[in-house]
């Protein structure tokens, strides 16, 4: 996927959210509120929670996660080989499934957010 292809698949989830939110406002409030209090700062950093959560999204193979939390963990500071060293971990557990997107989407929007925050 290319770095393009990465900005719109983020910006088509946050549409797709806003959309919902017209028609369930409150579930979108809630949902939103549960999420930003499970990444606040706390034993574990921001960093590792993005790590934890982009480890389960190379896992379930979604892609949404896998690009909002390589962001995330990246704006909080992870590096790629940290990035890398967390899919490798999902890929141990995953296998095959997790490994291909590891090499290909993590990759890729690491690259992406890297390129745009330097």
């Known amino acids: ?3 393009n292809s990465i ?3 983020l910006m088509d989830y946050k549409e797709g959210l806003g959309e919902l939110s017209k028609h369930l406002p409150e579930v979108v409030s809630q949902y939103n509120k549960f999420t ?3 990444f606040e700062e706390g034993d574990l950093s921001k960093k590792m929670k993005h790590l934890i ?3 389960l999204g190379v896992y ?3 892609e949404y996660c ?3 939390h390589t962001k995330g963990a990246i704006e909080n500071g992870a590096t790629k ?3 890398m060293e967390a899919s490798a971990v999902t890929t141990a557990f995953g296998g095959g499934m997790a490994m291909s997107q590891a090499v290909t989407l993590v990759q890729d929007a690491c690259s992406s957010f890297v390129q745009n925050t330097h």
């Open 7 to 9: 900005q719109e698949s």
């Open 66 to 68: 896998i690009i909002y």
């Open 60 to 62: 379930s193979k979604d």
């Open 1 to 3: 996927m290319e770095g």
């Open 36 to 38: 930003e209090a499970c």
């Open 53 to 55: 959560a982009l480890g």
């Open 81 to 83: 080989q940290e990035i």
